[in-house]
């Protein structure tokens, strides 16, 4: 049974950053052989794509609205998933959620369904 488990949310200030820990375990589960990546939602609004990696396609996908502030990488040694998050606005305020698909999405990266494995969130609030 595969299991994602976040950690590292909290409240920080606009402007500051943040790195999100996404560990994975489960039986012949590496991260580097799925595409990984990141939704998040905010109060009141639906859960939207943040940004994604397939490690062994060397292919990266971001949302506009994280562009140039967030990025996401892999240590493989430690099967783990990594979202860094900096100059955060408190738009960026939502729970996130660390997701997995096997193999190379290709296109169609934003879509909730295309995802299997889910972590259980973790809330990152930034205060104005």
């Known amino acids: 049974q595969v299991q994602l488990v976040e950690s590292g949310g909290g409240l920080v200030q606009a402007g500051g950053s943040l790195r999100l820990s996404c560990a994975a375990s489960?039986?012949?589960?590496?991260?580097?052989?799925?595409?990984m990546g990141w939704f998040r939602q905010a109060p009141g609004k639906e859960r939207e794509f943040v940004i994604s990696?397939?490690?062994?396609?060397?292919?990266?996908n971001f949302a506009d609205s994280v562009k140039g502030r967030f990025t996401i990488s892999i240590d493989n040694a430690k099967n783990t998933v990594y979202l860094q998050m900096n100059s955060l606005k408190p738009e960026d305020t939502a729970v996130y959620y660390c997701?997995?698909?096997?193999?190379?999405?290709?296109?169609?990266?934003?879509?909730?369904?295309?995802?299997?494995?889910w972590g259980q969130g973790t809330q990152v609030t930034v205060s104005s």
């Open positions: 997701v997995g698909a096997p193999g190379y999405i290709d296109g169609d990266y934003v879509t909730q369904s295309i995802y299997p494995y």
């Open positions: 489960g039986r012949a589960f590496s991260v580097s052989r799925q595409t």
């Open positions: 990696i397939s490690w062994s396609a060397g292919s990266t």
